[in-house]
């Protein structure tokens, strides 16, 4: 049996590798990809620390976290194909209108 | 196996049920019926909101309000804050009838939306478990996100959305992940067994929970726009439309803060000196920040955005006494709060006023002269603004005096006088409007003034009461402190 | 056994999602996610979590990463991949890395657990998975699974609006 530890510090290398991806990345929709391995590294430290604990509800608050998943990546792939038909891009550093 | 029914209690549970009813059927009878008037879907949306808020003020918070375990609690602070977030929710739909922008969107769909977002931010605010919370978080998210891209043939929304929607899942990751190391720290998400598990064994006070503690924060401060998460705040604020730039100023901050504030009440007196030392950290920078932007802006929608960031700066004062258990400080949060709300739409809703058909007035400069051309509008404009800069006889003084007093009973002495400073700097860039609109001739006149469109009603109902609240709030403050007070008993 | 099982699956989701982050074409990157997504169920399966395994490819690898791949499509992936994809700023991996330390030293010097059993839940201990997940979903968490609807509804409603042709009324 692999050891609570081994779990968790794979979660942090998930989380982590999603947090550089969306930093770094350009392209809109790997962001969003980057950000479903974010919410992933989380999943596995809940179901981890809930098998830990001999308690169900790691694994409950994931099937929740399936359903926003599931919510955000619909609304931000509409987004993505709105700015995609007026722009033909999907380039993060393309939206220069609003200037910081 | 049987599952037994749960017991719910109706009364507590009928303001989200209000509001969430009211937006399917909106959305339905855009669907069935869309040749009839847009203004019939508008007042309809008023009403639900109305009669949530009356709903949420009927229901008297007993000793058996801790609904479904915890997951839905309703108190005298989640009653305070649902009747914020309803009266936000009612200027935004107002000004959303004023905006000439938005009379062609499908209002049903529109509608149904604000009404969603609102009753995620109820369900958001009034819960003790941090996973309602990050669900209530994601539904009004999720709706404010195509909120801000609604006016879908403008670039400047659908870009807005998109780094809306970016920084905001980035955030709930952050949230999320901070969750699963609390889970893991303390076995539990419910805020009260955390608490009870933090006293009991202090062990569990690990950097897992601290680090899952500052990810929350991490989380929570992009909703609210604290430094440093706030750099989102004024390219949104100004790609969306403006009644939903109006709504996002103040709604999810609410109830984001309504969140932040149960945290901290749950955590905050056993997680000791590091919070602390992080809320001071971050109300510093976030006013600071917020109020030296918004010297430079040029467009009245980002110095709004830079203004709502320093009042997050100020509300983060009242978190930091919160967090040294003060029913005082809880009190002027909640009354800050409700100044904030009214002053901060009543701008917005100049902004919205202002403008004419096609051509929004967002420089600065298009305000020039307005004490001459809509003296009304104008002097509204003046007493907003003598209201966000913290001028007494408005309701904004009376606010930032309750909070920064709070501040210095609790033991704070650089923190306060750092606010107040802020507040002298922002005194430059309020008045420098007012002094625009009364003190420089007009530019050429706009040809048709926007608030003979169809919407007038609307917007003269929300400056009236805006305007009214504001003042009242300042010269008579002290009944409706009382009730701000009053609703500070908790539950846990 | 178990552990090789752990270190293969371990393996595989870093390196699917380490190609993920650094590949150039859109394409790849959610094919790639999508098999760090079926490893992952064999890493649930590991930690005695069955149901959310099979859960987990049906909505994750099958549904929410088909939405990807179909929104890709939608679009000119072969421009995307001409263009320069990366910031470049060591900054940002030095703040990586520090946030990368935090988790770890975190999740490490984790003190005591509360209510920790010997460690070892096991294979096959919990062999009522479902019901025992249905049970608590329907009893402590009813009230989010009924909000959770609120959320898709929100979430559909918005993302017709906003990916439907013409704006009438």
Not at chain 2, 151 to 161: D, I, T, V, Y
Not at chain 2, 352 to 380: C, F, K
Not at chain 3, 119 to 144: D, H, I, M, R, S
Request: net charge neutral; glycine share 10%; hydrophobic share 60%.
């Amino acid at each position: 049996m692999a050891p609570l530890e081994h779990y968790l510090i794979l979660s942090a290398v998930l989380f982590t590798l999603g947090v550089v991806g969306v930093v770094v990345r350009r392209n809109a929709i790997v962001v969003f990809l980057c950000i479903e391995l974010m919410l992933n590294g989380a999943n596995l430290a809940f179901v981890a620390y809930g098998s830990f604990l001999d308690s169900l509800d790691g694994q409950l608050i994931v099937f929740f976290v399936m359903a926003v998943a599931a919510a955000e990546a619909a609304i931000g792939l509409a987004i993505v194909v709105l700015i995609y038909r007026h722009r033909e891009s999907t380039d993060v550093d393309d939206l220069n209108l609003l200037k910081l | 196996m049987t599952i037994p029914f749960p017991q719910i209690h109706w009364a507590y549970l009928l303001p989200v049920l209000l509001v969430v009813g009211g937006a399917v059927f909106v959305l339905m009878w855009d669907a069935f019926f869309p040749q009839r008037e847009r203004s019939f879907l508008v007042t309809l949306t008023l009403a639900v909101l109305a009669s949530a808020l009356g709903a949420s003020l009927a229901a008297q918070p007993g000793s058996e309000a801790a609904s479904m375990g915890g997951m839905y609690l309703y108190d005298g602070f989640t009653r305070f804050v649902f009747a914020l977030i309803l009266l936000s929710s009612f200027f935004s739909v107002l000004l959303s009838a004023a905006q000439r922008s938005l009379e062609e969107v499908p209002a049903g769909d529109y509608l149904g939306l604000i009404l969603f977002a609102t009753s995620g931010m109820m369900l958001m605010a009034a819960t003790r478990s941090l996973l309602m919370v990050f669900v209530g978080l994601e539904i009004f998210s999720l709706a404010l996100y195509v909120l801000a891209g609604f006016l879908r043939g403008q670039p400047e929304g659908n870009e807005a959305a998109l780094k809306y929607f970016l920084l905001g899942s980035f955030a709930s990751g952050f949230l999320l992940y901070g969750m699963a190391l609390i889970f893991g720290a303390t076995g539990s998400v419910d805020l009260m067994e955390i608490a009870q598990r933090l006293t009991t064994s202090p062990p569990s006070r690990s950097p897992a929970f601290l680090l899952g503690l500052g990810f929350v924060v991490v989380g929570l401060g992009f909703k609210v726009a604290a430094a440093p998460f706030y750099m989102w705040t004024p390219d949104v604020y100004e790609g969306s439309p403006t009644a939903v730039t109006a709504f996002m100023s103040v709604g999810p901050k609410v109830a984001a803060f309504a969140a932040f504030f149960r945290l901290l009440l749950a955590v905050g007196p056993r997680a000791g000196a590091e919070l602390d030392a992080i809320l001071w950290v971050m109300a510093v920078l976030t006013m600071t920040a917020g109020n030296v932007s918004a010297i430079w802006q040029s467009n009245i929608k980002r110095m709004l955005a830079y203004s709502s960031i320093a009042h997050a700066g100020y509300i983060l004062v009242a978190l930091a006494a919160v967090r040294r258990g003060s029913d005082l400080a809880t009190g002027s949060f909640l009354f800050y709060m409700l100044v904030y709300a009214l002053m901060n739409m009543g701008a917005f809703c100049v902004v919205v006023a202002a403008g004419a058909r096609g051509e929004e007035r967002t420089r600065i400069e298009d305000y020039a002269g307005l004490g001459y051309t809509r003296p009304a509008l104008a002097a509204a404009m003046a007493l907003f603004m003598v209201s966000l800069a913290g001028i007494p006889p408005t309701g904004g003084f009376v606010a930032k005096f309750y909070l920064f007093s709070a501040a210095v009973k609790v033991g704070f002495v650089w923190l306060p006088v750092i606010a107040v400073l802020n507040s002298v700097v922002s005194v430059s860039y309020y008045l420098r409007l007012v002094v625009l609109m009364y003190m420089r001739e007009p530019g050429e006149a706009p040809a048709r003034p926007g608030l003979l469109g169809p919407g007038w009603s609307y917007a003269l109902a929300a400056l009236v009461l805006a305007a009214a609240g504001v003042l009242n709030f300042g010269i008579f403050p002290s009944s409706f402190f009382e009730l701000a007070l009053r609703s500070t008993l908790l539950l846990n | 056994m178990e552990l090789a099982f752990f270190y293969l699956f371990a393996a595989g989701i870093v390196g699917a999602s380490l190609l993920m982050v650094t590949r150039a074409n859109v394409i790849h990157a959610a094919l790639l996610l999508v098999l760090a997504f079926l490893f992952m169920a064999g890493l649930f399966v590991l930690a005695g979590a069955e149901f959310l395994a099979g859960v987990q490819i049906l909505i994750y690898a099958g549904g929410i990463m088909v939405l990807y791949l179909f929104s890709i499509m939608l679009m000119n992936v072969g421009v995307a991949v001409r263009l320069r994809q990366w910031h470049r700023q060591s900054v940002l991996a030095l703040a990586a890395a520090v946030l990368l330390g935090a988790e770890v030293w975190a999740v490490l010097g984790r003190g005591g657990y509360p209510g920790a059993k010997a460690w070892g839940w096991g294979l096959g201990q919990t062999p009522g998975n479902v019901e025992a997940l249905g049970e608590v979903l329907y009893t402590k968490f009813l009230f989010p699974f009924e909000v959770a609807s609120i959320l898709l509804l929100a979430a559909m409603i918005g993302a017709i609006v906003l990916a439907k042709r013409e704006i009438t009324r």
